[in-house]
């Protein structure tokens, strides 16, 4: 499986919105959990939302619930996270990862979990005025 990613929009200020997608190959999506995780340097890195393929369920760290939106596109074999109202603690590199995990969205969040199977190049995402 690989990932292709894209960031839909540059700079964005404080309040605005931001898509990012990545469009897998080599496998279809409907056979992976997947998530989105974001880093700062020297910071560990954070789980920030997750979509479990079994019953189409999400999960959302405390500090996006509300403002992230994580989606698939079958067809496309695309996932997609919907970054709306960012704010500057938002700015980080942004990548998405998939499991075959069927549970992996109990265990994205922990930053030393060992279920990740692929993960996508990350796109800096930079929210400031």
């Known amino acids: 499986l690989r990932f292709s990613c894209r960031r839909w929009g540059g700079l964005v200020q404080p309040g605005g919105s931001l898509r990012l997608s990545c469009a897998a190959s080599g496998v279809s999506l409907d056979y992976y959990d997947y998530a989105w995780f974001r880093q700062v340097p020297g910071k560990e890195r954070e789980g920030v939302s997750c979509l479990s393929r079994a019953d189409l369920s999400t999960d959302y760290a405390d500090s996006v619930q509300g403002r992230f939106t994580i989606s698939r596109n079958s067809a496309k074999n695309t996932i997609y996270l919907q970054m709306n109202d960012l704010k500057p603690e938002d700015t980080a590199v942004y990548y998405c990862?998939?499991?075959?995990?069927?549970?992996?969205?109990?265990?994205?969040?922990?930053?030393?979990?060992?279920?990740?199977?692929?993960r996508g190049k990350g796109t800096l995402v930079t929210v400031s005025s």
């Open positions: 990862a998939a499991s075959r995990n069927s549970l992996y969205c109990r265990y994205y969040r922990d930053p030393h979990e060992t279920h990740t199977d692929y």
